[in-house]
């Protein structure tokens, strides 16, 4: 961000050098940082996990076990990689330990954890913790679990039964290994984000034949007295009395509501050389008695006289039009009020897949075990969001075929079932995916409709029951949809539903409509009638482009958190409510 003012691009625009956006959102790139880096978009968190135990095994002759945790984290080979030891808390049997481990939380990921409680042996006390050699001490049993797992209950705590992975012990003894308990913070000191309007009166004209092209850059002071840039607005062309569109600062971006904050105007010029018009140094609380009291704040310029700066007063002015702060609740602090993410399947068993017989059919299933696309994408997803769905159960959906005796349907239960359509964990997904495929014919078209309207209905009957409920419907096609029009005018309706779409393209069909509903790019969709869609809801990935790259299941969560978020504003729902 130190080079904000040193592009055109950059200038023109919020910090970052962005291109203009089409978005009816005002919120900077100052604000987006703060939301991105606390859980909002992508869910990168920084997690603090603290740790107990209870009736841990008392493994010493003359007193109590002398416990210490060791923390392993499981790599992508499968292989687990030690990365935190805490402190030995001596004679107990219910440790609590003082010392935690903090981790990034990454929500499009399954992050497995592995725990170990070793008795520290008496002659070892005097050593460092990290030091110690593991063989030497004795092993009072494992625990093992998700990151997810943690963070989705509703304390963010985790009670685990601790096992011996080589039990030496009868077997008449093997319960009494105690519990392991894991407790989870956010790891962020403040929430709360200002919003503020500015405008400034009588500015100077740095331009010989127009006026000036204002805009202003704030930067927080850091204790070296540097100034670092954090946000910045647009530019307004061709103004002397300029107000700026809202700026969004978080007020732990920039230390606190007392720390000096330097808002610098500049005049823009296309070279990148902006001239400095005045400057002022205020914190937010300065700002917001500004604004309280319906007052400007007279611009100053530094001049050096000799070896020392002194500042000119200017006859220009600053103005807070509009102040205001806002608690901005994370992702995570849903999950912990009871939030719950909801799966939902739907499959393409059109007859463009080949026939599931052949080798050659994306329906193939492969006798040595390999999974094919679709197998991969449920399996890759639904290891995600199962943690988010209390009782596991999940609606599962075919499209496109004819089930046996029957005419082709857009919309059919997966279990065969003609009452419910709900199956058992991820499991019951891949089964009764597999039991379909001997069971339909497979027809067409390509028909996405019926399927965001059956679980559009869920999402509806769920939010008029005031269930902590938000939906996720996964869609996995291999072909071009020939109802576009009617798949829009269903994502429109659905923009309002606590439901979000995901959408994996197999094979090697032309997805250019699919990429039209991933309003990836600020035009939202509109429907037969007019209507706009609320808020994008639709994530769409080609598998053949994670093929080789990043996960399937990385590519297509990346939004999930930022759409689930939208959707709360939007409706005012605070996680306590």
């Known amino acids: 961000m130190g080079n904000c003012c040193s592009d055109v691009g950059g200038g023109m625009t919020a910090i970052g050098g962005t291109a203009p956006s089409t978005s009816t959102s005002n919120q900077n790139d100052a604000a987006d940082w703060y939301f991105k880096s606390h859980g909002i978009h992508g869910i990168f968190s920084q997690i603090e996990l603290s740790f107990s135990a209870t009736n841990l095994r008392d493994r010493d002759v003359f007193s109590k076990s002398d416990p210490m945790v060791v923390v392993y984290i499981q790599e992508r080979d499968g292989a687990f990689t030690e990365v935190f030891r805490t402190e030995v808390v001596l004679n107990s049997l219910n440790p609590t330990w003082i010392t935690k481990y903090t981790i990034t939380y990454q929500f499009e990921i399954v992050q497995i954890l592995l725990f170990r409680v070793f008795d520290v042996d008496t002659q070892f006390h005097n050593v460092e913790v990290k030091m110690l050699k593991l063989e030497e001490q004795q092993s009072l049993g494992e625990a093992s679990c998700a990151l997810s797992e943690i963070v989705s209950k509703p304390n963010r705590s985790l009670t685990l039964d601790l096992v011996q992975r080589e039990e ?40 010989l034949f127009s006026k000036s092209d204002p805009f202003l850059v704030i930067s927080k002071v850091v204790e070296s007295g540097m100034s670092i840039p ?69 611009l100053f310029l530094p001049t050096p006289v000799g070896h020392d700066n002194q500042n000119k007063a200017l006859r220009s002015k600053l103005f807070v039009e509009k102040y205001s702060e806002t608690v901005q609740y994370t992702f995570l602090d849903y999950l912990a009020a009871g939030f719950e993410l909801n799966f939902m399947v739907a499959i ?20 040595s075990g390999r999974l094919n696309a679709y197998q991969k994408a449920i399996y890759e997803v639904g290891e995600v969001l199962q943690f988010y769905d209390a009782d596991k159960r999940f609606p599962a959906w075919g499209f496109g075929a004819r089930p046996i005796d029957g005419p082709v349907s857009h919309c059919f239960n997966l279990n065969g079932s003609s009452n419910y359509c709900e199956v058992e964990g991820i499991r019951g997904i891949m089964m009764a995916y597999t039991s379909a495929l001997f069971n339909v014919s497979l027809a067409g078209p390509t028909l996405f409709g019926h399927v965001i309207n059956r679980a559009a209905m869920i999402a509806s009957q769920s939010l008029a029951n005031d269930a902590k409920k938000y939906f996720v419907l996964l869609i996995i096609t291999d072909g ?23 959408i994996v393209g197999v094979g090697g069909a032309d997805f250019k409509e699919m990429e039209i509903l991933d309003a990836d790019k600020g035009e939202r969709l509109e429907s037969s009638t007019g209507r706009v869609a609320s808020r994008d809801i639709v994530q769409f990935v080609p598998f053949r482009d994670v093929q080789n790259g990043p996960s399937v299941v990385q590519e297509l969560l990346a939004e999930l958190p930022s759409q689930f978020l939208a959707y709360m504003r939007s409706r005012e729902i605070k996680p306590c409510s």
């Open 168 to 207: 030496s012990v009868p077997s008449t003894h093997s319960q009494h290994r105690g519990k392991f308990t894991v407790h989870a913070e956010e790891c962020f000191s403040s929430k709360t984000t200002a919003e503020m309007t500015l405008k400034c009166l009588n500015l100077e004209s740095k331009d």
């Open 230 to 298: 954090v946000c910045k607005t647009e530019v307004s062309k061709n103004d002397l009395n300029p107000t700026w569109k809202p700026l969004f600062l978080n007020i732990q971006q920039v230390g606190s509501k007392d720390s000096p904050l330097v808002i610098e105007c500049f005049n823009f010029n296309s070279n990148g050389k902006h001239d400095l018009i005045g400057k002022v140094q205020k914190s937010l609380a300065d700002l917001e008695k500004l604004h309280s009291g319906r007052e400007g704040e007279n």
């Open 348 to 367: 393409d068993f059109t007859a463009s897949n080949g026939n599931p017989r052949l080798p050659d059919s994306l329906h193939y299933i492969d006798p």
């Open 480 to 502: 071009v949809i020939t109802d576009l029009q009617e798949t829009k005018d269903a994502l429109v309706k659905a923009s309002d539903l606590p439901l979000s779409i995901l």
